[in-house]
């Protein structure tokens, strides 16, 4: 009996091959496309009864090219399993499209193979699916770690063309997918911390792609920080320290309510748990019966200075060294002074945006579980 057929599209030759190594091993044939172009000569040529692609792929936009795609194979219904993405506009692409997008997890072996056997009507694949995914795991671990570094100073020479004078769309574009891979490739590797903090870099990344008239110096930075620090959890002593970021506390003070608002929003997609204060009062009232992982804390409040309660913050024996970021909408170089003389570990600048909160705080809980602080 002939093996049920599966195009997988991906623009990541490694991946790419990782995926198709497992797919096969469900007893599926599986060919592979690089590139749109490549993907529609493929489905006429060898008409397969399902598809899995990755979202960021250079083409159409996703639900035009998905059309395509069926129209090419002459089968309107044809299955369609879209890989899953930081943002959520690919997700409400693969909607409208009547495709199957699939949550990201620490198993996306597992979760590509359970898809097929629903869309397939097959047996017996996700009992399979685990130990897959397991192998997977251990081979991506000497692989991708390996390559780390190499893949890390790439990141930093496309994110420093964007900050040039000059820089064109096309070079935020580049970085993006850059770091798409990236997170990708720490998907696969089943250890939380890594994959939750690639995940939030490539939500930031994103953003300057699809909004470029955000990019500013805080966002920059903040990228900057991020891939400075990821680099550093390569080792196994340092990365088998952290721990699943969403046991994590992080205390808001802020007197704004949207900008609470915000906030929490941002530490929820961050899977992050918070609460949140609305004076210096509040704030160490709940700071001195609980211990936090993290405080933001805006420079302007009502009753004291931001940085006149960061000084009291550091009196109470629970937050000698907890992780502070000053939230200011005056990034000067006085306040970035201030903020540290009073005990801050660092800021970000309003307005905000809701990617980069999330990625600033994941970077000082990780600093406060291996006491980089």
Known sequence: MSHK?????????????????????????VDVAHDAESALKSVEERAPEAIVMDPVIPGPELTK????????????????????????????AAQDANAVSLTRGVNPVAEILDALQTALKMENTAAASKGLAFRAEEAWLRMSLGAGPEVLTALRRALHEISREGSTPAAAREFYQRVHAFAEEMSVLGQRPLFCLAAQIEAL????????????????????????????????????RLKDPSAAQVLIVDDEEGARKIIMAAMRLGNLKSVAADTPTTALAALGVQGFDLIFLDVGLPEMTGFELCSKVRMLPLHEKTPIVFITGMATFQNRVQSSLSGGNDFVGKPFNISELGLKALIWVFRGQLGQI
């Open 5 to 29: 057929r599966v195009l997988l599209i991906h623009e990541d030759r490694l991946l790419a091959n990782l995926f198709r190594e497992k797919i096969e091993g469900a007893n599926l044939g």
């Open 205 to 240: 990344a994103y953003d300057l792609h699809a909004f470029p008239e955000q990019i500013n110096p805080s966002i920059l930075r903040t990228l900057s920080q991020a891939l400075d620090f990821f680099a550093g959890l390569l080792p196994d002593t340092v990365r088998n």
């Open 65 to 92: 090219l998905i059309g395509q795609l069926r129209e090419r194979a002459g089968q309107s219904a044809l299955p369609v399993i879209v890989l899953p993405n930081s943002r959520s506009v690919y997700a409400e």
